[in-house]
Structures are given as C-alpha cells and as structure tokens.
C-alpha cells in the first residue's frame, strides 16, 4: 500500500503537464487551396518487356554490350574465345 502511494503521486503530477488540446498544427484541417494532378490512366503492364529463351551467346560480349559507354554495334572483340582459340 504505501508503494502505491507514491506511483500515484506521481502519476498525478506528470498528468498535470500534459497540455488538454492538441497543438494547431497537428489539428489543423487540409488546406482546400492546394492544388492537386488528376489521377491518369497507367497500364500494368507498362514498360514490361519479353524474355524469351535465346541461344546461349559468348559471356564476354554480352558484357560489352551491358557496359557503360559500351557502343552495341561495334564488333572488334579479339577474344581467344570469338577466335575459335
């Protein structure tokens, strides 16, 4: 009983801190001005592409082709592997 009595104390008094009204700022309601996009049309399958099973290809000329600044047309590789070794 006399533990009680203090936790209570306490709790009264922490309670008188807290302030009755939320601030304005939290309880402020949406502006009406604001303007705002129309909702549009977008496809699901937008931007999907196909991957279709491909024959295998050399590994190392796919990785040019990845490559940043890499050019896709240019074909001067002069791998053993492209040579036939």
Do not use: F, H, Q
């Amino acid at each position: 009983m006399m533990k009680t009595i203090p936790l209570a104390v306490l709790g009264l008094g922490l309670a008188a801190c807290v302030p009755t009204a939320p601030p304005a700022y939290l309880a402020a309601p949406a502006d009406p001005d604001v303007g705002l996009r129309s909702p549009g049309y977008a496809s699901v399958t937008a931007g999907v592409r196909a991957y279709d099973v491909v024959e295998p290809l050399d590994w190392r000329e796919l990785n040019r082709r990845v490559a940043p600044g890499a050019a896709p047309e240019r074909d001067d590789s002069n791998d053993a592997a492209r040579r036939g070794r």
